[in-house]
């Protein structure tokens, strides 16, 4: 006996944080939370980073201060092509955004997995108290070419596993090549 189950497209999306109904919802990290997603471009087990390079781009596409873009190109760190999601926007869009706007790839990122980080605030700003909270949707794209860097990157190329240990990565950007099995 073969049973058919239909599933519904989901039409609604409930955001369970905030402060204005204690009974029902959850309180959120007193140092925020971050929706991000990340697209990890790979040429055969090389993987895309990029040195950013302070842009007027980076705030508004990028999900970064150009404070901390500078901060970032001047401890000489990498990235992952990432940003934080856009109000409203699923993380299906934004992985599309990130892979064509903001990397300059070309192809259709997959769906990998999500990732949870909860770190103290102090890690990256001694006066913050509390925890930040890192959901993380990782997605995954197999491209042939280097992009030509956009005018927020320095530089972009693919990276060697071995040789990613020994460069300096963006906070959290490490973690989720490790989680996600690349490293």
């Given at each position: 006996m073969m049973i058919t189950v239909r599933v519904a497209p989901v039409t609604k999306r409930w955001a369970r944080l905030g402060r204005d109904n204690a009974s029902s919802l959850f309180h959120t990290p007193s140092a925020g939370v971050c929706l991000s997603v990340f697209v990890i471009a790979r040429r055969d087990s090389s993987i895309l980073l990029g040195h950013p390079r302070v842009h007027d781009?980076?705030?508004?596409?990028?999900?970064?201060?150009?404070?901390?873009?500078?901060?970032?190109e001047r401890e000489g760190a990498w990235l992952l092509p990432a940003t934080h999601l856009l109000m409203d926007e699923p993380p299906d869009q934004a992985a599309r955004r990130i892979t064509r706007e903001w990397a300059g790839l070309k192809g259709a990122p997959k769906f990998k997995m999500i990732q949870s980080h909860l770190r103290p605030a102090r890690l990256w700003n001694p006066k913050l108290k509390g925890n930040h909270w890192d959901l993380c949707f990782v997605y995954e794209l197999r491209s042939r070419d280097c992009p030509k860097p956009k005018p927020w990157w320095s530089e972009m190329r693919f990276v060697q596993p071995s040789e990613i240990r020994r460069m300096n990565l963006g906070r959290g950007h490490l973690d989720i090549l490790e989680e996600a099995g690349y490293i």
């Amino acid at each position: 006996m073969m049973i058919t189950v239909r599933v519904a497209p989901v039409t609604k999306r409930w955001a369970r944080l905030g402060r204005d109904n204690a009974s029902s919802l959850f309180h959120t990290p007193s140092a925020g939370v971050c929706l991000s997603v990340f697209v990890i471009a790979r040429r055969d087990s090389s993987i895309l980073l990029g040195h950013p390079r302070v842009h007027d781009g980076w705030p508004e596409k990028g999900g970064y201060p150009k404070k901390r873009v500078l901060e970032l190109e001047r401890e000489g760190a990498w990235l992952l092509p990432a940003t934080h999601l856009l109000m409203d926007e699923p993380p299906d869009q934004a992985a599309r955004r990130i892979t064509r706007e903001w990397a300059g790839l070309k192809g259709a990122p997959k769906f990998k997995m999500i990732q949870s980080h909860l770190r103290p605030a102090r890690l990256w700003n001694p006066k913050l108290k509390g925890n930040h909270w890192d959901l993380c949707f990782v997605y995954e794209l197999r491209s042939r070419d280097c992009p030509k860097p956009k005018p927020w990157w320095s530089e972009m190329r693919f990276v060697q596993p071995s040789e990613i240990r020994r460069m300096n990565l963006g906070r959290g950007h490490l973690d989720i090549l490790e989680e996600a099995g690349y490293i």
